[in-house]
């Protein structure tokens, strides 16, 4: 059975989308089968792959609606959406519809409408139940997730084993955990209370300057006693921001970069989680 592990953080450019990305790629490397799955509206993770989010006729959005709707049909509507990349990883596409998706959500938030009309078949469970029946089929299912449509985030977190919360190594980016770990907190008290942060990724981390030095250990002192926070950041480099262009991870794009070594480094811990 799959691990679920959702990439989750309130605020923008911490590297949500590359570490989804590239944390898959380096499972895949351990022989692991991966599902990724673009859980944004923006497609940012479809585009990083080399497929153009606008293109996507089957996209989680079609999922999301399958599952509220035509729960019996989801496994057709699965095998449309999935796509086999050539980087070792499969691939569930989001574009703009995915907003759509999310509406339809909050209709049913509002309206305390039950998606098949079952007690446990909430609105903040309906990816839960489109991605129950792909565990037996992948090793890690791991979730990209925006920054807008706080219920598809917390659709993600539902159905989550664990998450990670990638900071940005300087001082404002890591003013944002606070915020994270609060939704985390809800979700583990209304709907999944077996989720678990797997620990705190810092990202475009630069071993010499002197504030990435104290952002670490910062971080370290504030949460270290609580939260994990993973041994390796990821190293800085422009290679990591040039993969999305080439439609490749940084093992395809660039296989010897620090980056590179510092996925590969996460990837263990992972794999260490069970």
Do not use: W
């Not at 590297?15 to 499972?27: D, E, P, Y």
């Not at 791991?142 to 920054?147: N, R, Y």
């Not at 994990?228 to 800085?236: L, S």
């Amino acid at each position: 059975m799959a691990y679920i592990i959702s990439f989750t953080n309130s605020k923008g450019g911490v590297g949500k989308t590359s570490s989804t990305l590239n944390l898959g790629a380096a499972l895949s490397i351990f022989q692991k089968r991966i599902l990724i799955i673009d859980n944004d509206p923006q497609g940012n993770l479809t585009a990083a792959l080399g497929y153009t989010p606008a293109e996507q006729s089957h996209t989680l959005s079609n999922l999301l609606f399958a599952a509220i709707d035509y729960p019996e049909d989801l496994n057709l509507h699965s095998s449309r959406t999935i796509i086999h990349t050539g980087s070792g990883m499969d691939l569930i596409p989001a574009n703009r519809r995915l907003a759509d998706a999310a509406a339809r959500l909050q209709v049913m938030q509002m309206s305390q409408y039950s998606a098949v009309g079952e007690v446990d078949r909430v609105c903040e469970k309906v990816m839960g139940s489109l991605l129950e029946p792909l565990r037996e089929q992948y090793d890690y299912i791991i979730i990209d997730c925006g920054l807008q449509h706080e219920l598809l985030t917390v659709n993600a977190l539902a159905a989550s084993d664990y998450c990670i919360i990638p900071v940005q190594a300087h001082f404002l980016a890591s003013e944002g955990i606070p915020d994270v770990l609060e939704l985390v907190k809800s979700v583990q008290a209304k709907f999944n209370p077996n989720l678990k942060i797997a620990g705190i990724l810092l990202t475009m981390y630069q071993s010499r300057p002197q504030l990435c030095q104290s952002v670490k250990a910062s971080v370290s002192e504030v949460y270290g006693e609580d939260f994990h926070v993973f041994q390796r950041p990821i190293e800085y480099s422009i290679k990591v921001a040039e993969c999305p262009a080439a439609g490749q991870s940084i093992f395809e794009y660039a296989p010897k970069n620090a980056a590179a070594e510092s996925y590969r480094s996460l990837a263990e811990e992972v794999l260490a989680l069970g």
